[in-house]
């Protein structure tokens, strides 16, 4: 697994993922309607959680670890911008309860007018990160603010986080992945992209190309040429 230093230009963030995301899901939903499109991009995000998921658990098993909730959290591959996010963890029982009140996927969708198209994200990318970590943990997604609940709730079933042990049993784990397990941005949006242009391209042959096109060249639009030839070249890694 290749980890990405920081490229020419100012290293990638959160937005960048979250806008180029919006980017292409929008252009492919004008290129093929929203029904079909909506289709597509629900497939590639499924696809690119459970590979990031997947990611997760072979460096778990690479520690001996099991692949228990506590590791979910323990192996997680991104850090996001100090201040960015909000989250309360609330305990019950032998499972946790997270709330999210801020969250900077929220924020770059909701400051580009972009919601309609970047909610598809949310319906998707957590139980899939978790199915492809181990699919037999469980997962309840209440509900999440892109899609028109005050929080994003979710209930993460057997994280025992709430107990004295589970807490000390994620801070041990947490010392051995340490920062290995945390992937640049400049690796996130090489993935994303990546899976959705297969998924895209794979769905809708030369329209798809015209979608990601367009998509690739709002991104320009907004952030310079090089930036669009830096995730174009991030394409090495994962193909």
Not at 21 to 47: H, P, T, Y
Not at 105 to 122: D, F, P, R, V
Not at 155 to 179: E, Q, S
Request: with cysteine; aromatic share 10%.
């Amino acid at each position: 697994m290749e980890t990405i230093g920081d490229a020419a230009g100012a290293p990638f963030t959160e937005m960048h993922h979250a806008l180029l995301f919006a980017w292409m899901a929008k252009a492919v939903c004008e290129e093929a309607g929203d029904e079909r499109g909506e289709q597509i991009i629900s497939l590639a995000v499924r696809r690119y959680g459970e590979e990031r998921g997947r990611r997760m658990a072979a460096r778990a098993r690479a520690n001996d670890h099991a692949l228990d909730m506590i590791d979910y959290f323990a192996y997680s591959e991104f850090k996001t911008t100090p201040g960015a996010m909000s989250q309360t963890l609330a305990a019950r029982g032998q499972d946790l309860r997270l709330l999210n009140t801020k969250c900077p996927w929220y924020t770059a969708w909701n400051e580009s007018g972009l919601m309609k198209w970047g909610c598809l994200y949310c319906r998707e990318i957590d139980s899939a990160v978790l199915r492809g970590f181990n699919p037999e943990l469980k997962l309840d997604v209440v509900g999440t603010r892109s899609n028109g609940s005050a929080t994003c709730d979710f209930i993460f079933h057997g994280a025992k986080m709430g107990l004295r042990n589970g807490a000390i049993l994620l801070y041990r784990k947490k010392l051995r992945p340490g920062t290995k397990a945390i992937q640049s941005w400049d690796y996130h949006v090489g993935h994303l992209f990546t899976t959705l242009e297969k998924m895209i391209v794979g769905e809708l042959g030369e329209s798809g190309h015209k979608a990601v096109d367009s998509a690739l060249n709002v991104f320009a639009q907004r952030y310079g040429e090089e930036d669009r030839l830096r995730i174009l070249a991030l394409r090495r890694i994962f193909t």
